[in-house]
T-cell receptor
Framework: DTAVSQTPKYLVTQMGNDKSIKCEQNLGHDTMYWYKQDSKKFLKIMFS???????INETVPNRFSPKSPDKAHLNLHINSLELGDSAVYFC????????????FGPGTRLTVT | AQTVTQSQPEMSVQEAETVTLSCTYD???????LFWYKQPPSRQMILVIR??????QNATENRFSVNFQKAAKSFSLKISDSQLGDAAMYFC???????????FGPGTRLSVLP
């Protein structure tokens, strides 16, 4: 059983297009995250949702819009894709009120041409 | 603001030898948690080890152990009997108490030489 899943794992698209990445966790966690990992492998937090409410919203272009239909899902929609959006995007989840780690999805490699 | 620093962008170790990866962090909190994650070429993020700040005893997981120095805000990872499969990016991470924000260091790329 996959704990945190993301689809798709690879996404190649052209500049200006709109795309979505989906994330689902079956761990019963109440908090989900989106990270961007650039070519230098630096992990940058983008968003975090707790029980469907946005709690962390870092400085991210408003072309990026997260959506959490329920606490097990957190999707990322990107409008008007730019070359600089090329990166690996990770979804993660954790349980608030516990000391435990985040669980990560397999990542989605987005390539914008 | 909390920050995590990994001063070694790259490290290498001979197979079967021991290597230590450094991590320092900056916080004014007293209750927090520290983690080491491994990211192999498959890019999956895998938890290696976790340390609770209130515990004086250093955490160990098989060949992996930490040297946690709370006063110095240092959290190094020691890998003993290095194996080829240990080659990966290693990230140090910090979490305040039961908070929802995790702060990651920039990572250290570890190569294991046969």
């Amino acid at each position: 059983d996959t704990a945190v899943s993301q689809t798709p794992k690879y996404l190649v698209t052209q500049m200006g297009n709109d795309k979505s990445i989906k994330c689902e966790q079956n761990l019963g966690h109440d908090t989900m995250y989106w990270y961007k990992q650039d070519s230098k492998k630096f992990l940058k937090i983008m968003f975090s949702y707790n029980n469907k409410e946005l709690i962390i919203n870092e400085t991210v272009p408003n072309r990026f819009s997260p959506k959490s239909p329920d606490k097990a899902h957190l999707n990322l929609h990107i409008n008007s894709l730019e070359l600089g959006d090329s990166a690996v995007y990770f979804c993660a989840s954790s349980q608030a009120g516990t000391p435990y780690e985040q669980y990560f999805g397999p990542g989605t490699r987005l390539t914008v041409t | 603001a909390q920050t995590v620093t990994q001063s070694q962008p790259e490290m290498s170790v001979q197979e079967a030898e021991t290597v230590t990866l450094s991590c320092t962090y900056d916080t004014s909190e007293s209750d927090y948690y520290l983690f080491w994650y491994k990211q192999p070429p498959s890019r999956q993020m895998i938890l290696v080890i976790r340390q609770e700040a209130y515990k004086q005893q250093n955490a160990t997981e098989n060949r992996f152990s930490v040297n946690f120095q709370k006063a110095a805000k240092s959290f190094s990872l020691k890998i003993s009997d290095s194996q080829l499969g240990d080659a990966a990016m290693y990230f140090c991470a910090y979490r305040i108490n039961y908070g929802q924000n995790f702060v990651f260091g920039p990572g250290t790329r570890l190569s294991v030489l046969p």
